[in-house]
């Protein structure tokens, strides 16, 4: 099985930053995809920004000029930074995690717990 761990939410004021990390583990053995998505209080859950183990990206446009999503391949890490936050980027962020396992059956795909940010203006 794989398991993803994130850090780093928290509390922060309109315009200050938050890094949030994601690692996975478990009979990995390789990750194609990463990602975070979100999900704000009566909202669905939508994508901010993903990234391959080729260093592509994909970013929603809420998150364009503000977000940088980056990946550790050998510490099967995705890292999201987050900068000049704004109320509307409140939300529960999750991290997404698609590759192959040891296991059956043999791909995953896979969620986080999620971690709250909470941006007061």
């Known amino acids: 099985q794989v398991q993803l761990v994130e850090s780093g939410g928290g509390s922060v004021q309109a315009g200050g930053s938050l890094r949030l990390s994601c690692v996975a583990s478990?009979?990995?053995?390789?990750?194609?995809?990463m990602g975070w998505y979100r999900q704000a209080p009566g909202k669905q859950r939508e994508l901010v920004a993903r990234?391959?183990?080729?260093?592509?990206?994909n970013y929603a446009d809420a998150a364009k000029g503000r977000f940088t999503i980056s990946m550790d391949n050998h510490e099967n890490t995705v890292y999201l930074q987050m900068k000049n936050l704004k109320p509307e980027d409140t939300a529960v962020y999750y991290c997404?995690?698609?590759?192959?396992?040891?296991?059956?059956?043999?791909?995953?795909?896979?969620w986080g717990q999620g971690t709250l940010v909470t941006v007061s203006s």
């Open positions: 997404n995690a698609e590759g192959e396992e040891t296991t059956k059956p043999w791909e995953f795909e896979v």
């Open positions: 478990g009979s990995i053995i390789s990750i194609n995809v």
């Open positions: 990234i391959d183990s080729d260093g592509n990206t």
